[in-house]
């Protein structure tokens, strides 16, 4: 097929580029053509079980990506896991559904992203989804499972919900009880997913409840479309780079393939190239064609197309940990959805010291990190980054950790991180030849509120497991126990216990960031890439700042409103 040629070529067919496909598809006279390096999964146990999570690590459609040593976090690399399939990260993931604080998606647009703000994202967010009512489902019931109708949207191709391992014993309304007997109470909140976080609920996931399998997003947006004649898929096929139309204007004509049989072809794109390979391969993909930084670009011979020199630059993260306990009870193959995200003033007792300290740190650690990367990207750029950060924590009330109850065998596992840490690193080639391992740098814990809001953290998952009921149902604490790290630790009795068993939350994010492009942005509000006329970003690369929630529901919802920006309609 090497001298085909489509209107449209999305490179990457995972969460964010099979909405892109479906939905342009849905146009008759539109040819779309996805990309997909790995395969099908459809039929694969470790995609589809919904209590298999994390058994598709390491296996072949995972393209667990290396990081670099971590010089701010005991020196060791991180493995960031990635789906490699039909359907992308969202056939490994853990399926919660969770988007964002309102706040944090209208600072898009106060940074200055025209349209892109709480109330026209919330749209795209409904249109995406298919919620199967809770009440259908009588393994639901007493699980304490609970939605509201106003913030979802119940006929998208997406379905959301609960499994039939939902846990219906009574611990998810006992875990409300002991939120409620803290010192400084969370309180319930029903619904997480209307713009407002903060609290403790049961959060849904990607799941069929009928089925109890999975839903990803090729289960979703590509196999019940895939009659359409006008849609195309290449799988295992590695997309290389762009191709470049002679002329004055910056016009993608096409894409670079290694086809399944080894060869290599052009294949030829009349109106736009959409990259949604993630955030770790799309801006990689645009240095391959020669848009980025010169002096990296040209270390490597790649003649630089556009100078776009942030391109790569504003990784972000989040931190994972864990702490254990004994419980008295034995659950088994159960799964308990609990959620906690406490705001700044439930999380640290002193809470506006700890926001003023933070305010003088500000300029320090924009500075810092601009110096990291030798001011491609600058310091006053990022301090303003930095103080909407901070005026989202301090002023608006976001929730600053996320915390995750698992009972599982004889123990209360817990998993937390910090939801929006400061560092920020890079990711960029590390050679011409498009199949080599990119450089992955995210600086996890360069900048000291990251360990001490993460360690905060910690201190809280204590705290609740010493307030009833919790504290009678539960024992020891096995990991990191009181003899690792003693009752009343500072952030330095935690440090080594979180930097030596973090890993990444597997939520990078603003490695073509959608910003002005004076302030370091790779693509504009309307996702086309700076100095292009067809070349856009869609996946979670775009992403101008970290969400709490999880990435996929926020990454649906912008693909789902960048197909009505490719259409004309916003
Ligand atoms: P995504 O990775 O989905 O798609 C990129 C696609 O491009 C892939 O299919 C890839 O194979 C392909 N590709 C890459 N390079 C290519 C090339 N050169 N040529 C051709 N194809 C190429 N989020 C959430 O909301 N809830 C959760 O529970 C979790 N849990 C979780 C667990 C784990 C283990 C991970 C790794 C991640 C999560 N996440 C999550 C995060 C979330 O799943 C993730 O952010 C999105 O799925 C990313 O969507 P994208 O469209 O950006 O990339």
Redesign the pocket.
Known sequence: HSDSTYDYIV???????LVIANRLSEQKNTSVLV????GSVYNNPNVTDTLGYGKA?GTDID?AYKTTDQEYAGGSSQT???????????T???????RAQAAQINAWETVGNKGWNWESLLPYYKKGEQLQDPAQYPFLDGSGVAFDPAYHGFTGPLKVGWTSTQLNDGLAQKMNTTYQNLEVPVQYNRDPNGGDMVGYSLYPMTVDSELNIRED?ARAYYYPYQNRTNLHIWLN????KLTWKDGPEVTANGVEVTLSNGTTAVVKATREVIL????L?SPV?LELSGVGNPDILSKYGIATKINLPTVGENLQDQMNNGLQFDSKTSYSNKSADYVSYPSAAQLFPNSTAVGADLLRKLPAYAAQVASANGNITRTRDLYRFFKIQWDLIFKHGIPVAEILLEPSGTTYDTEYWASVPFSRGSVHLSSAD?TAAAIIDPKYFMLDFDLHAQAQAARFIREIFQTKPLADMSGAETSPGLSTVSAGADDEGWADFIKGNYRSN??PITTAAMLPKELGGVVDSSLKVYGTSNVRVV???VLPFQVC?????T?YAV?ERAADIIKGRV
């Open positions: 490179v990457g067919g995972g969460t964010s580029g990309i997909e390096a790995g690590f393209w960031v896991r990635a789906g490699k399939a039909l359907g992308g990260t969202s490994i993931n853990g399926m919660v559904y969770l997003a096929t590695h997309a290389n949604a390979a993630g955030a391969k993909l498009p597997f939520h996946d979670a690369s929630g999880h990435l996929q529901s990454i693909a």
